[in-house]
């Protein structure tokens, strides 16, 4: 069975920090290339970043660029975002998911939740 | 990256069909074949329904098909299910592994 777990999620203030991390299991992680979606409270998702196969290239949405930083870790089959400048419309569950071709997700993690207010 | 078009609402009655419309532009939807399709019940994750245009993932009821034609692709679910009674939101490949969602519909079935 095919999991995608995220955690690091909570309370932070505007303009802090914080990581996410989405551990996967089920799949050959390595194999595949991994995105971020979001979705604030009562709206639609948002694509936030994808990263290649082999950390080979990173893409981000306008919205977070250079603020966030996504990475991996294929020997702990981990997917990482590294959360910095924080502001209060960041505030939405992040998920993690399986890219396919950069064209569809199948795979889901069930979110973490992320909160930015003083 | 502007989010695609969605209409907020659709419904429809048990057994009958509703289709949901999504406008994009020639720099998404009317470029690629890579329109998908996702299904999300309140507090869940979103399930892929419908990915490349047309196709159903294993396990996804043939109930739903999607199509495309220029800029505006369009989800069918037929039969409707009282389980069926979800937001759907559509995406689209935007070139450069981007990815772009629609605003999403809340289906309603009466």
């Known amino acids: 069975e095919v999991q995608l777990v995220e955690s690091g999620g909570g309370l932070v203030q505007p303009g802090g920090s914080l990581g996410l991390s989405c551990v996967v299991s089920?799949?050959?992680?390595?194999?595949?290339?991994m995105i971020w979606v979001r979705q604030a409270p009562g709206k639609g998702l948002e694509w936030v970043s994808y990263i290649g196969i082999s950390s080979s290239t990173m893409y981000y949405a306008d919205s977070v660029k250079g603020r966030f930083t996504i990475s991996r870790d294929d020997a702990k089959n981990s997917l990482y975002l590294q959360m910095n400048s924080l502001r209060a419309e960041d505030t939405a569950v992040y998920y993690c998911?399986?890219?396919?071709?950069?064209?569809?997700?199948?795979?889901w993690g069930q979110g973490t939740l992320v909160t930015v207010s003083s | 990256q502007s989010a695609l078009t969605q209409p907020p609402s659709a419904s429809g009655s048990p057994g009958q069909s509703v289709t949901i419309s999504c406008a994009g532009t020639?720099?998404?939807?009317?470029?690629?074949?890579?329109v998908s399709w996702y299904q999300q019940h309140p507090g869940k994750a979103p399930k892929l329904v419908i990915y490349e245009v047309n196709k159903r993932p294993s396990g996804v009821p043939d109930r739903f098909s999607g199509s495309k034609s220029g800029n505006t692709a369009s989800l069918t679910v037929s039969g409707l299910q009282a389980e069926d009674e979800a937001d759907y939101y559509c995406?689209?490949?935007?070139?450069?592994?981007?990815?772009?969602f629609g605003g999403g519909t809340t289906l309603t079935v009466l």
């Open positions: 995406s689209s490949y935007a070139g450069s592994k981007n990815r772009v």
């Open positions: 998911a399986r890219d396919r071709g950069g064209t569809y997700s199948d795979y």
């Open positions: 089920g799949l050959i992680f390595s194999n595949y290339g």
């Open positions: 020639s720099s998404d939807v009317g470029g690629y074949n890579y």
